[in-house]
């Protein structure tokens, strides 16, 4: 069985051969060194640096000479084989290219940040600990709803998206099925937040016309390229990175994720079902609430039931008894017990998952969100050997 039949079984809870394992990113220098890869954004910031010198400062030419170089046709297939190559290392089945905002769609360039096409502001920084290049979120481009009236809307079908798309599907057929590529974009609520700032963005809440007009903004974009990934051949998953809340609950209230996001949501899960393709949604924090309107909307997995929410009943366990068999479970490994604790508590956890939600299908391994820079190797190493050693089917752990 290949790994995308694998992971497909899973969502379909059908039993494949053994447990599909995933992993949204690995950021950690010491796994990259590891497994004898090199970090995929490491030189990141001494790129910036010095393009703005050779463009002398012009922020322009910055962007067009940034945009240029990251589409020929030798960095695309460097940057996914150094991606992929790490996971095909370790193992892992199903990997992500992100394909809005972030790293690779910047929309205004600068020394030390950009600014993506969302309208979200990011540093350039390298992390104090190891030195690893990495962009964090520092804010919002956007004061108020006039701002975003007037920055340029992403494109959908933009010939950069379908390029870096058609270059993922090749490069995956070179791993001959060991390694899963699946498409990935934010989803409506976080995307607009984030290029608001969340000060600016509460005060847009005041104001339901504005507020509506940049959901649907968003969730026609999020819309419209689903139909892309579907035209341009994609025919197995898709995966949303949309997170509704915080440790302690929601960021919005219920009534408004159910009038203004989950009915984009739900489009777009109709949209993928008409043609063979699931939907994964990504969702950090206690999203209790919304829990039982995520599964009625049609979504097929969530990740990452985060561990360490403030609410007992966000816990991946008592879910999977109450919505196993219509939902796919994805992750729920901490990444905090993946830097605090001990390898022997991170495999006994581990084994649990597997046991209690590896029969008849429907989990899938991962990390309770990614692998950040402080995840102890030992710790990320005795996850995988777990799974190695009791994920195969029929499962039987004592």
């Not at 949204?24 to 990259?32: G, T, Y």
């Not at 791993?175 to 847009?204: A, C, D, M, R």
């Not at 940049?214 to 969730?219: I, L, S, Y």
């Not at 994805?330 to 905090?336: C, L």
């Amino acid at each position: 069985m290949n790994a995308k039949e694998r992971v497909l079984n899973a969502i379909n809870h059908e039993e494949p051969d053994k447990v599909p394992s995933f992993e949204l990113s690995i950021d950690n220098l010491k796994i990259c060194e590891h497994f004898g890869e090199k970090y995929v954004f490491q030189g990141l910031i001494e790129s910036f640096e010095k393009t703005n010198e050779l463009c002398q400062g012009d922020i322009e030419a910055l962007t067009n000479t940034i945009l240029k170089a990251t589409e020929t046709k030798s960095y695309l297939k460097n940057t996914l084989k150094q991606h992929l190559n790490l996971y095909h290392k370790i193992g892992i089945d199903m990997a992500t290219v992100p394909f809005t905002g972030y790293i690779l769609f910047p929309k205004i360039c600068y020394k030390d940040y950009f600014i993506d096409e969302y309208g979200r502001i990011f540093d350039l920084k390298r992390n104090p600990s190891d030195q690893m290049d990495i962009a964090y979120y520092k804010t919002g481009y956007f004061s108020n709803f006039e701002e975003y009236s007037d920055f340029e809307s992403p494109e959908p079908r933009d010939p950069r998206r379908e390029k870096y798309f058609k270059t993922m599907k090749k490069i995956e057929k070179e791993y001959n099925g060991e390694i899963f590529v699946i498409p990935s974009i934010w989803g409506i609520f976080e995307s607009t937040w984030q290029s608001f700032g969340f000060t600016n963005f509460s005060k847009l809440l005041a104001s339901e016309g504005k507020l509506k007009n940049v959901f649907d903004d968003r969730g026609q974009f999020a819309v419209d390229l689903v139909k892309a990934f579907i035209d341009w051949g994609e025919d197995g998953v898709i995966l949303i990175y949309d997170d509704y809340g915080y440790k302690s609950g929601l960021l919005m209230s219920p009534k408004n994720y159910r009038e203004y996001i989950l009915p984009w949501i739900e489009e777009i899960c109709n949209i993928a079902h008409k043609h063979g393709v699931k939907i994964i949604l990504h969702s950090c924090g206690d999203v209790f609430p919304l829990f039982k309107d995520v599964v009625d909307i049609g979504v097929d997995a969530i990740h990452p039931i985060e561990p360490t929410t403030a609410n007992p009943e966000y816990d991946i366990f008592k879910l999977h008894k109450q919505y196993g068999d219509k939902l796919t479970f994805i992750g729920n490994v901490s990444p905090q017990d993946l830097f605090d604790k001990d390898p022997q508590y991170i495999r006994d956890y581990t084994k649990n998952l597997i046991k209690t939600l590896g029969p008849n299908g429907g989990y899938i391994l991962s990390s309770g969100h990614s692998i950040n820079p402080a995840v102890k190797l030992e710790n990320f190493l005795a996850m995988y050997n777990t799974l190695e050693e009791y994920g195969s089917y029929p499962i039987h752990i004592e």
